[in-house]
């Protein structure tokens, strides 16, 4: 993408995002809110006014809901061949490809990430995630199991699997489209019905996948899209009939999700937040590292969750490895995600900016040292940038270790013992993910054994596809997305016995 191409695919795309409402999808119409409300997106690179959005909230989720519940039994669905559904899925990856530069430069527009980073990732991420699951629906199936009966009856018993039902999908701001289909993508290769809730700030690509999955061929109301606020996405934990809730976002509305809901004992996946250490060896290849360790914590500005946030490095490379990453920092081109050669976009609101400066005041009162960033480019007067930021000298006990800030700040602390690395590698309420970098192969296993989170990379980090399991130990959630354990969270087990004696 040239620059004169990506602002003006941004200029044509806000004309049309002007002259045409966001509505809800329901029941395979667009609909405005019962309300009649709506509620703005912004660009945040800039502040401007992009869109007015649907302000859904109740009584939508309500005909959202009944809508989805109907599509269920609706033959169209419930008994399209598993060849078919499949068929459907890849439809709407070729049609995420066929659109891939505007969905990439809307997500640049909405999210303020660099349009290079949006295509390559979120929009790539999203084709990948349809295609893979496109190969589920005529592969996913139960088993014969040789049960031994006391009575000694021949037995037959074999297991079949059953979509779960209608599937609330809650996702965050940080990765809107492919978070999005993360949760879609699955749930229609299983047969579920879902009901999309995208994040009030980023709310523009997933109704673009609205848009494209009627246009696969999606029958209506088997994709459904609730724009609006948390009490939007409350609403879908509290209905009776969902069946299943899947959320991405915070541990603090994550614990509020299990406790909500409860009402129908509703089936729950959650993937939270993370504290990810970065555990560099003596004898690690310090310049790939270093490039990597930037990256992992700088990279979408630092709000992800997986972020590298805490740098755990042998004190004999300490010295080494930190100018490298305050290197690869300082080359980081900050700016509006148009241009083609930015890396680094704005933080997504006023208040996560906020945030990340509460926690650089913290961090310094504490008595970590900052070493780079810390503020505001002084070049970017508006829009919501953040530098990237580096502590050192940080301590186990400061907040900057163990709360997940979710910007562009890394804390970096120095080991000698390896017991004790791992132990304070492990000392989070989080377990999301981690990174080993050493060529000692005996350590990289057995700290990857030892670490307590649901991912770990050795010399590498950020790696994700569709095809691995992803979620966390503790307080990073529960379940698995990608892979097979993603159809386990959309579909039932039912285990037939049939009496042949
Ligand atoms: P939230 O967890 O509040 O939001 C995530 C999604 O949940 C949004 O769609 C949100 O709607 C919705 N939601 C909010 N409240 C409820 C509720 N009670 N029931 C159901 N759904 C609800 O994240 P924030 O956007 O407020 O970000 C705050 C912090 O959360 C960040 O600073 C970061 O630390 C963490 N976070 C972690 C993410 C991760 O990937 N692990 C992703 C995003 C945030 P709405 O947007 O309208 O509020």
Same mark, same amino acid.
Request: charged letters at 20%; one cysteine or more.
């Given at each position: 993408?040239?620059?004169?191409?990506?602002?003006?695919?941004? +200029?044509?795309?806000? =004309?049309?995002?002007?002259?045409?409402?966001?509505?809800?999808?329901?029941?395979?119409?667009?609909?405005?809110?019962?309300?009649?409300?709506?509620?703005?997106?912004?660009?945040?690179?800039?502040?401007?006014?992009?869109?007015?959005? !649907?302000?859904?909230?109740?009584?939508?989720?309500?005909?959202?809901?009944?809508? =989805?519940?109907?599509?269920? @039994?609706?033959?169209?669905?419930? *008994?399209?061949? !598993?060849?078919?559904?499949? *068929?459907?899925?890849?439809?709407?990856?070729?049609?995420?490809?066929?659109?891939?530069?505007?969905?990439?430069?809307?997500?640049?527009? /909405?999210?303020?990430?660099?349009?290079?980073?949006?295509?390559?990732?979120?929009?790539?991420?999203?084709?990948?995630?349809?295609?893979?699951?496109?190969?589920?629906?005529?592969?996913?199936?139960?088993?014969?199991?040789?049960?031994?009966?006391?009575?000694?009856?021949?037995?037959?018993?074999?297991?079949?699997?059953?979509?779960?039902?209608?599937?609330?999908?809650?996702?965050?701001?940080?990765?809107?489209?492919?978070?999005?289909?993360?949760?879609?993508?699955?749930?229609?290769?299983?047969?579920?019905?879902?009901?999309?809730?995208?994040?009030?700030?980023?709310?523009?690509?997933?109704?673009?996948?609205?848009?494209? !999955?009627?246009?696969?061929?999606?029958?209506?109301?088997?994709?459904?899209?609730?724009?609006?606020?948390? /009490?939007?996405?409350?609403?879908?934990?509290?209905?009776?009939?969902? /069946?299943?809730?899947?959320?991405?976002?915070?541990?603090?509305?994550?614990?509020?999700?299990?406790?909500?809901? @409860?009402?129908?004992?509703?089936?729950? @996946?959650?993937?939270?937040?993370?504290?990810?250490?970065?555990?560099?060896?003596?004898?690690?290849?310090?310049?790939?590292?270093?490039?990597?360790?930037?990256?992992?914590?700088?990279?979408?500005?630092?709000?992800?969750?997986?972020?590298?946030?805490?740098?755990?490095?042998?004190?004999?490379?300490?010295? +080494?490895?930190?100018?490298?990453?305050?290197?690869?920092?300082?080359?980081?081109?900050?700016?509006?995600?148009?241009?083609?050669?930015?890396?680094?976009?704005?933080?997504?609101?006023?208040?996560?900016?906020?945030?990340?400066?509460?926690?650089?005041?913290?961090?310094?009162?504490?008595?970590?040292?900052?070493? !780079?960033?810390?503020?505001?480019?002084?070049?970017?007067?508006?829009?919501?940038?953040?530098?990237?930021?580096?502590?050192?000298?940080?301590?186990?006990?400061?907040?900057?270790?163990?709360?997940?800030?979710?910007?562009?700040?890394?804390? =970096?602390?120095?080991?000698?013992?390896?017991?004790?690395?791992?132990?304070?590698?492990?000392? @989070?309420?989080?377990?999301?993910?981690?990174?080993?970098?050493?060529?000692?192969?005996?350590?990289?296993?057995?700290?990857?054994?030892?670490?307590?989170?649901?991912?770990?990379?050795?010399?590498?980090?950020?790696?994700?596809?569709?095809?691995?399991?992803?979620?966390?130990?503790?307080?990073?959630?529960?379940?698995? +997305?990608?892979?097979?354990?993603?159809?386990?969270?959309?579909?039932?087990?039912?285990?037939?016995?049939?009496?042949?004696?």
């Amino acid at each position: 993408m040239t620059t004169t191409t990506s602002i003006e695919r941004a +200029e044509h795309l806000k =004309a049309a995002l002007k002259a045409q409402p966001q509505r809800l999808l329901i029941g395979g119409a667009w609909v405005e809110a019962v309300s009649g409300r709506t509620f703005e997106t912004i660009n945040p690179a800039t502040g401007e006014v992009l869109a007015h959005i !649907a302000h859904g909230a109740t009584a939508d989720v309500d005909l959202a809901v009944r809508a =989805a519940r109907k599509a269920l @039994s609706d033959p169209a669905w419930s *008994r399209m061949s !598993a060849v078919d559904r499949s *068929r459907v899925l890849l439809r709407l990856a070729d049609l995420v490809e066929r659109d891939a530069e505007n969905l990439a430069v809307l997500e640049c527009l /909405d999210n303020g990430k660099p349009a290079t980073l949006t295509r390559a990732v979120e929009v790539e991420g999203t084709i990948r995630t349809f295609r893979y699951f496109a190969g589920w629906p005529t592969k996913f199936g139960g088993e014969t199991l040789p049960v031994s009966p006391r009575s000694g009856a021949q037995i037959l018993n074999y297991t079949t699997r059953e979509p779960v039902g209608v599937a609330g999908l809650i996702v965050p701001w940080n990765y809107p489209l492919s978070m999005a289909a993360w949760k879609v993508a699955p749930a229609l290769a299983a047969g579920c019905t879902v009901i999309l809730k995208p994040a009030e700030q980023t709310p523009l690509t997933a109704l673009r996948l609205g848009e494209l !999955a009627l246009e696969a061929g999606v029958p209506p109301g088997v994709f459904n899209i609730i724009t609006g606020f948390g /009490d939007a996405g409350a609403a879908l934990v509290e209905h009776d009939g969902v /069946d299943k809730v899947a959320f991405t976002g915070s541990t603090a509305v994550g614990k509020a999700i299990v406790r909500a809901s @409860s009402g129908n004992l509703k089936k729950v @996946s959650l993937e939270l937040g993370g504290k990810s250490p970065q555990i560099v060896f003596p004898d690690a290849d310090v310049k790939v590292a270093a490039a990597s360790i930037a990256q992992g914590i700088f990279f979408n500005q630092g709000q992800t969750c997986t972020a590298g946030s805490r740098l755990y490095v042998h004190k004999s490379r300490a010295d +080494e490895l930190l100018d490298a990453i305050a290197g690869a920092a300082a080359r980081l081109k900050i700016g509006d995600g148009l241009q083609p050669d930015v890396d680094f976009g704005p933080l997504i609101s006023q208040e996560q900016w906020d945030r990340v400066n509460h926690y650089v005041e913290v961090g310094s009162a504490e008595g970590a040292t900052l070493a !780079a960033g810390g503020q505001r480019p002084a070049n970017l007067a508006n829009g919501f940038f953040f530098e990237p930021t580096i502590f050192v000298n940080a301590a186990p006990t400061m907040r900057i270790v163990r709360e997940e800030i979710f910007g562009p700040v890394l804390a =970096a602390l120095t080991w000698s013992d390896q017991d004790e690395l791992v132990a304070q590698a492990n000392d @989070s309420e989080y377990g999301l993910s981690a990174g080993i970098w050493t060529n000692d192969i005996k350590a990289a296993h057995r700290t990857a054994a030892a670490i307590k989170a649901g991912t770990v990379w050795v010399n590498c980090f950020n790696m994700i596809d569709p095809a691995s399991p992803f979620g966390g130990f503790r307080q990073s959630g529960w379940g698995r +997305e990608h892979g097979r354990q993603a159809m386990e969270l959309y579909s039932e087990t039912k285990s037939v016995w049939v009496n042949l004696s």
